[in-house]
């Protein structure tokens, strides 16, 4: 069964510096998201994706966040400038498409430790 | 901005016993989708409501859209050890944006 996958599992880096979190989505998937949870929290939906450009993003995407799609298969996040309260697990999730049907399969997530 | 909201935030049951939690959205939502997390896991589909007053089964799981498509609720017959996990609905736009709700944790003792 096609799956989302995302690596690394495990991010661990300092204040200030950039990560980038990868993903490669369900191959016939034409849309792509990014979501993220604080320990014990609830999903936190960051920004949805589709034909290249950014569809939707929340208030929490601001302009450390940038999502980019470098060839036909990966979909990465990239944080510019770690803060500590960037700590999360980043789950990608990607769907066939956001209207009628839009089933969002979701990766195991990367969890984000910044020291 | 839109809210979803989950209640209860806990839930402990006997296994057997019955269980729902309800989701309410601050506005109209195009669809509601519920999703299962299970303890160290990552959010697993289970349905998508998208009429006013649909009802939906899967086995032992009946899922509600309210006739406003403001509510929803997720109703566990007879629960099991296996149902333990967080149980999330989101709202979900048109453009794909997705806002969850708190979710809703069970745990079922046997």
């Known amino acids: 069964e096609p799956e989302v996958t995302q690596t690394p599992s495990h991010q661990v880096t300092q204040m200030g510096q950039e990560v980038i979190l990868r993903c490669v989505p369900i191959?016939?998937?034409?849309?792509f998201y990014w979501y993220r949870q604080i320990l014990g929290q609830k999903v936190e939906f960051l920004v949805s994706f589709y034909n290249n450009e950014i569809s939707e993003k929340s208030e929490i995407f601001d302009d450390q966040f940038s999502v980019e799609r470098p060839d036909g298969s990966n979909f990465t996040l990239k944080i510019r400038s770690t803060k500590l309260e960037d700590s999360a697990m980043y789950f990608c999730?990607?769907?066939?498409?956001?209207?009628?049907?839009?089933?969002?399969?979701f990766g195991p997530g990367t969890r984000l430790t910044v020291l | 901005g839109q809210q979803v909201m989950q209640i209860p935030q806990y839930q402990h049951v006997q296994e057997g016993e019955d269980f729902t939690t309800y989701c309410n959205s601050s506005?109209?939502?195009?669809?509601i989708q519920w999703y299962k997390q299970r303890p160290g896991g990552h959010p697993v589909f289970l349905i998508q409501?998208?009429?006013?007053?649909e009802v939906k089964k899967q086995k032992r799981l009946t899922f509600q859209f309210g006739e406003a498509k403001k509510n929803s609720s997720l109703h566990i017959t007879a629960t099991q050890t296996t149902d333990v996990g967080t149980y999330f609905c989101?709202?979900?736009?048109?453009?794909?944006?997705?806002?969850f709700g708190d979710g809703t944790t069970l745990t079922v003792k046997p």
């Open positions: 409501l998208v009429k006013s007053g």
């Open positions: 989101a709202g979900i736009t048109n453009a794909g944006k997705s806002t």
């Open positions: 506005t109209t939502l195009s669809n």
């Open positions: 191959s016939n998937h034409l849309y």
């Open positions: 999730a990607s769907s066939v498409q956001a209207n009628s049907y839009n089933e969002q399969f």
